[in-house]
């Protein structure tokens, strides 16, 4: 079988029949063209023309990666998980405890109330620093209009300086509630009420007794155990800052008038025997024993005559204390200086 091709020089058909060791002599121009061996393929797009030869993709290499640093992505990514279970984890714990977050502003007169129906179920509350205290009733329980942070302080969970986080646990109201005086705070008894709040971490505590406030002695007394012996000039100020606790003075017979200002309350620097004069507790005459409590500074403190004593009227100064067990009178105006 012979095959044609075309010569190299002159183009002119050739015959590979009159090939001599695998070269055709052209008749035409005497060149010869080679034939022996394999023809060479097809490299210029016809059809038949194999494909380029594949070369193989660079290696993919992350961003930022080089050498062996792609294991530093494998911690990177392993850590990213283990947060996220960790935090999931935390999600459930607080689910399952039932553990909310009080929405809304929280101040001083913030109850629970709103959560009556929701027995069993836990809400956290932050209370702010430098709280009033506000209108409890109950001993834990308390009801549930009660102020939290009150409450809280009442519990011995934190003090109103500094305030802080606490979480109350709502139960069923009581039939009734006891009052009892912890950590400087007062609380009130009450019959039957509709709702409750307990605090699931408040430390155990001794029971009060029902209505008797216990005071706590004067800084300055021997062991703490007795109250501490005044002067008629004697006043409160080193007290001061030490807002809702009480202190008792022993104010002697025969007293000359001290400086007074106030009303109930009155400042901080105000002799406390003429105060509790003023405020009908004791006598000039008699003397006696007398308890107060330390309180917020005021804005104004009005003037007044009270029980033969005169108080002066004063702007705003920063600490006050209240004379206890005073009865209620109806104190006669001074003119304010100008």
Same mark, same amino acid.
Request: proline share 10%.
């Given at each position: ?9 002159? /183009? ?9 060791? /695998? ?132 519990? /011995? ?150 029980? /033969? ?30």
């Amino acid at each position: 079988m012979s095959n044609t091709f075309d010569c190299r020089k002159c /183009g002119a058909g050739l015959s590979s029949a009159g090939a001599v060791n /695998g070269f055709v002599k052209c008749e035409y121009c005497g060149a010869e063209t080679r034939i022996a061996g394999p023809a060479p393929a097809p490299t210029d797009g016809r059809v038949g023309a194999p494909p380029p030869p594949a070369v193989p993709p660079p290696p993919r290499v992350m961003p930022g990666a080089s050498g062996g640093g792609g294991s530093s992505w494998v911690v990177v990514a392993v850590v990213m998980v283990a947060l996220l279970l960790v935090g999931a984890g935390v999600a459930v714990f607080f689910l399952s405890k039932g553990i909310r977050r009080h929405r809304g502003t929280v101040t001083w007169s913030t109850s629970a109330a709103r959560y009556r129906s929701q027995v069993g179920k836990r809400f956290t509350f932050r209370c702010p620093p430098n709280g009033i205290a506000r209108s409890v009733w109950g001993s834990g329980p308390y009801t549930d209009d009660s102020s939290v942070c009150t409450a809280a302080v009442h519990a /011995g969970l934190i003090r109103r300086g500094p305030g802080g986080r606490v979480t109350v646990e709502i139960v069923a109201g009581q039939g009734r509630y006891k009052a009892s005086e912890r950590n400087g705070i007062r609380t009130s008894s009450y019959g039957s009420y509709p709702g409750s709040f307990v605090f699931p971490a408040a430390p155990p505590a001794a029971a009060a007794v029902a209505g008797a406030a216990k005071a706590r002695p004067a800084s300055g007394s021997p062991g703490g155990s007795r109250s501490i012996r005044a002067n008629w000039a004697t006043n409160p100020s080193a007290h001061r800052g030490r807002n809702g606790e009480r202190f008792v003075y022993l104010c002697p017979p025969r007293g000359r008038r001290g400086s007074l200002w106030g009303s109930n309350p009155y400042t901080s620097d105000s002799s406390v025997c003429t105060a509790a004069v003023h405020a009908g507790v004791i006598t000039f005459k008699g003397g006696g024993r007398v308890e107060i409590e330390m309180a917020p500074g005021r804005s104004r403190y009005a003037g007044s005559r009270r029980h /033969g004593v005169n108080a002066g009227a004063w702007a705003a100064y920063p600490s006050s204390f209240k004379v206890l067990g005073s009865p209620p009178a109806r104190p006669t105006p001074l003119p304010t200086p100008p």
